[in-house]
């Protein structure tokens, strides 16, 4: 069975960091691409970063490029999103998922496994 679990978020006052985790088990986690996604209630979930398993390439949603950072560990079967200066509107319940389409340029989209959710939120 594949598992995902989030960690790392919580309460941090605006221009603050946070570094949320994400474990995988139930498969070959080097094999897959790794995305986060953020939802606020009422509105669509929005894709925020992935990591391509062969080459590492990365997309950021714009909103957060130079504040966020999406890295993998494969030893650990862990993937990492360390959030800077964080901003209000960065609050959200944060989803971690695995297999899914990552381009650079062209996004992220469809991914089949989710995490339960961790929230972030950024006070002003």
């Known amino acids: 069975e594949v598992q995902l679990v989030e960690s790392g978020g919580g309460l941090v006052q605006a221009g603050g960091s946070l570094r949320l985790s994400c474990v995988g088990s139930?498969?070959?986690?080097?094999?897959?691409?790794i995305g986060w996604f953020r939802q606020v209630p009422g509105k669509e979930r929005e894709g925020v970063s992935c990591?391509?398993?062969?080459?590492?390439?990365?997309y950021y949603l714009d909103s957060v490029k130079d504040r966020f950072t999406i890295s993998r560990d494969n030893a650990k079967r862990t993937a990492y999103l360390e959030m800077s200066g964080l901003k209000p509107e960065d609050t959200a319940v944060y989803y971690c998922a695995a297999f899914g389409f990552c381009n650079p340029y062209r996004g992220m989209s469809q991914y089949d496994y989710w995490g339960q959710g961790i929230q972030v939120t950024v006070s002003s």
């Open positions: 990591i391509v398993n062969v080459d590492n390439s990365t």
């Open positions: 139930g498969f070959i986690f080097e094999d897959f691409v």
